[in-house]
């Protein structure tokens, strides 16, 4: 516990705490943002193209 202070009472210790904090923040927005482009843009052109690939008929090989 004590070194625990020590490093929060440290100027490079503050330091190493926020960069931690931004590089957080950035991962959080990216998983958002990744999330949301998954969602709204390749699942509706993915469902897309499964229903056109399921409405081609095949012909019979005999």
Same mark, same amino acid.
């Given at each position: 516990?004590?070194? +625990? &202070? @020590? /490093?929060?009472?440290? =100027?490079? #210790? =503050? ?6 904090? %931004?590089? &957080? &923040? &950035? /991962?959080?927005?990216?998983? #958002?943002? #990744? %999330?949301?482009?998954?969602? +709204?843009? /390749? @699942?509706? @052109? %993915?469902?897309?193209? =499964? #229903?056109?690939?399921? +409405? /081609?008929?095949?012909? +019979?090989? =005999?």
């Amino acid at each position: 516990m004590k070194k +625990s &202070i @020590k /490093v929060l009472r440290d =100027q490079q #210790g =503050q330091a190493f705490l926020e960069n931690g904090l %931004y590089i &957080i &923040i &950035i /991962v959080l927005l990216l998983a #958002g943002a #990744g %999330y949301a482009l998954a969602n +709204s843009g /390749v @699942k509706p @052109k %993915y469902d897309e193209l =499964q #229903g056109k690939i399921t +409405s /081609v008929t095949v012909p +019979s090989t =005999q």
